[in-house]
């Protein structure tokens, strides 16, 4: 793969991160409405288009809602290793 190939699949993979880490936040907040604010209606505009297909397959189990661990757990162990293997064994780990 070229530099260029090589530099998308490092984008990606940071991307992939950083939206991880935007779910996680997302989690967090679920818990602990006192540091809600209107920052987190933007984080909710990134976060559920993603999350409510998912709960549309699996719905809440008993009042816990685990889509987002299925989205994490999929962009986790799914997409990071495509993208790393997308990226070939010629590249620097992109992660």
């Keep these: 793969m070229n530099a260029i ?3 998308l699949a490092i984008l990606l993979m940071r ?3 950083f939206y991880m ?3 996680f936040v997302y989690a967090i907040l679920s818990w602990l409405p006192d540091l ?4 987190t ?15 549309r397959v699996i719905p809440p189990i008993g009042g816990l809602d685990i ?14 290793p495509l993208i790393g293997a997308l990226a070939g064994p010629f590249c620097a780990a992109p992660y």
Excluded: I, S, T
């Design 67 to 80: 889509a987002f661990l299925v989205v994490f757990l999929l962009l986790q162990f799914a997409v990071m």
């Design 41 to 55: 209606d933007y984080l909710a505009r990134v976060v559920e288009p993603v999350l409510m297909p998912v709960r």
């Design 15 to 17: 991307l992939v991160q």
């Design 21 to 23: 880490v935007l779910l």
């Design 36 to 39: 809600r604010g209107k920052w």
């Design 5 to 7: 190939g090589c530099e």
